[in-house]
Nanobody, 128 residues
Framework: QVQLVESGGGVVQAGGSLRLSCSAS????????MGWFRQAPGKEREFVAG???????????NSVKGRFTISRDNAKNAKNMLYLQMNSLEPEDTAVYYC??????????????????WGQGTQVTVSS
């Protein structure tokens, strides 16, 4: 089971930016599709962004398209990192953000319910 640890959350004013990072414990991370999800108080966890294991395919929730960018570093000497650059943040983006992996080498981005490894989450709060 790959271990995932998020960082980079915090409090930011509306219109500001944050960059979330996710560190994976295994080199096999480079063969897994990855994603970011979020859960706001009183709401279900929702998909935010996904990236294929090659990094060539990305997908975004409509609510974050054009504002958020997912990326990964699969280089041999890299530290097994996944990122989420968040720009033009809105109060509606306030949530706990989770890094997730689908622990199988599949093409593209798998269905959201197939992600099977999760980090502990990092809080993002956007003030108006």
């Amino acid at each position: 089971q790959v271990q995932l640890v998020e960082s980079g959350g915090g409090v930011v004013q509306a219109g500001g930016s944050l960059r979330l990072s996710c560190s994976a414990s295994e080199r096999t991370f480079s063969r897994y599709p990855m994603g970011w999800f979020r859960q706001a108080p009183g709401k279900e966890r929702e998909f935010v962004a996904g990236i294929s294991w090659t990094g060539s395919i990305t997908d975004y929730a409509n609510s974050v398209k054009g504002r958020f960018t997912i990326s990964r570093d699969n280089a041999k000497n890299a530290k097994n990192m996944l990122y989420l650059q968040m720009n033009s943040l809105e109060p509606e983006d306030t949530a706990v953000y989770y890094c997730a992996a689908r622990q199988r080498m599949v093409l593209g981005i798998p269905p959201k319910n197939e992600f099977d490894a999760w980090g502990q989450g990092t809080q993002v709060t956007v003030s108006s």
